[in-house]
């Protein structure tokens, strides 16, 4: 058997077991949901200091208040409450500790020229929330419910949201395992909190196209593993893999299965080029079990389907694919895509021990397709352009 033939082979045995994998379906039974109009608010006696617009660091500096909501077997879910940031108290041998069995979201809020908050796409976020939270057996919840009891949040710590264009407050709904055992079990206890963090644009100067290392040794995902949940555990295991190649000058990793792109860093990927049939093309690996449904991700492929100006495809590619099409000048531009910066431009890609240059827009910092989905979701994010994306909530 030719090594081409023991390829596809293998790509198809692949794609057909993630296809089986993204398909399982686990759901726990728990008791009714928590209900937003039941929820307590404890304000916060002195107001936390607000950092100046240009010291905003991502995740360093908080708001206010906090929400947080327990669960048991026994009694179910506790009516929801507000109260100010800070710490909570936790047993040593609570099993979120030893077993990473908890599950978090990124999203964000934003003012509009007219001071009116808006959160892009909030439903979105929920659901994929809770299915992140029956893949590692925590309860189920009402989406609806806890969007409400964000909105609350959010709304009551308001003045933290910058009012610059660039800049909004990044919400963070956690749910943790506080079982206290060291037993692996499903949880009987558990915890579901949200805090906020006024952040600054990823690109504080401008567009600043990344250079990727391509790893061929360590993995972010496999099948039938967790990588399409947004669980902690995804991420622990890059840090390292991440800094040994930040050492030698690559600012993320692109992450390969089996020479299969999947994602770049914590963020999904695009390549826009001209296939091997000669046709434009935009593509992003499909939602086979290892790829993370980021919203943004969704959220470009549906505009430019609505743009209707390119072939906008999610399916399977290798590194050795692109290298050919950048051999043959095929490739227009390479970026990632996510809520923390929304797209991020791909200047050069290190593989196999040969750094391969990626084409983009010099006086831009991007290519030009990333630039233009920058605008495009920034101008909705912000209420610039009336969207359905853009939700008002005050």
């Known amino acids: 058997v030719s090594t081409q033939s023991t390829g596809k082979l293998l790509g198809l045995a692949r794609r057909s077991l993630l296809r089986m994998s993204s398909i399982t379906k686990r759901t726990y039974s728990t008791a009714d949901s928590f209900k937003a109009s039941e929820i307590a608010v404890e304000k916060n006696k002195a107001t936390r200091p607000k950092a100046n617009y240009e010291e905003l660091a991502f995740g360093t500096t908080f708001s206010d208040h906090m929400l947080e909501i327990d669960w048991s077997a026994q009694a179910g879910w506790e009516k929801p409450r507000i109260r100010p940031y800070g710490p909570f108290s936790l047993d040593p041998s609570c099993s979120v500790f030893h077993y990473a069995i908890e599950c978090f979201e990124g999203m964000k809020a934003y003012k509009d020229k007219n001071n009116g908050i808006r959160l892009f796409r909030p439903m979105e976020n929920m659901k994929r929330f809770l299915s992140s939270s029956q893949r590692v057996a925590l309860p189920a919840f009402d989406e609806k419910e806890l969007f409400d009891c964000i909105k609350k949040l959010v709304l009551l710590d308001s003045s933290f949201i910058p009012s610059l264009k660039g800049y909004s407050l990044y919400i963070r709904p956690t749910f943790i395992s506080t079982q206290p055992t060291i037993m692996v079990s499903p949880p009987k206890h558990a915890k579901l909190f949200v805090i906020t963090s006024p952040v600054g644009p990823y690109y504080k100067s401008g567009f600043k196209p990344v250079k990727l290392y391509a790893d061929p040794t360590n993995v972010r995902a496999w099948p039938g593993g967790t990588g399409n949940y947004k669980v902690g555990a995804n991420y622990a295991g890059g840090i390292v893999p991440q800094l040994e190649h930040a050492a030698r000058g690559y600012h993320q990793i692109l992450w390969l299965y089996q020479d299969y792109l999947t994602e ?124 359905p994306w853009s939700v008002k909530i005050g």
């Not at 695009?270 to 079990?289: I, M, S």
């Not at 959220?299 to 609505?306: A, N, P």
């Not at 050919?324 to 991020?344: D, H, M, P």
């Not at 910092?365 to 920058?374: E, I, P, Q, S, T």
């Open 264 to 387: 770049v860093g914590t963020m999904n990927l695009f390549v826009f080029w001209k296939n091997e049939k000669q046709e434009k093309e935009l593509l992003t690996p499909p939602l086979d079990g290892t790829i993370l449904p980021g919203i943004t991700r969704k959220s470009i492929l549906e505009l430019t389907r609505q743009w209707g100006e390119f072939k906008v495809s999610e399916d399977s590619i290798t590194m050795s694919q692109v290298v050919k099409a950048l051999a043959e000048k095929r490739v227009y531009e390479i970026f990632g895509a996510g809520t923390a910066a929304i797209v991020s431009s791909v200047e050069c890609i290190n593989y196999k021990g040969k750094d391969y240059e990626i084409p983009y827009n010099q006086s831009l910092g991007a290519g030009d397709l990333a630039n233009r989905l920058m605008k495009s979701i920034q101008d909705i994010q912000y209420g610039e352009v009336e969207h």
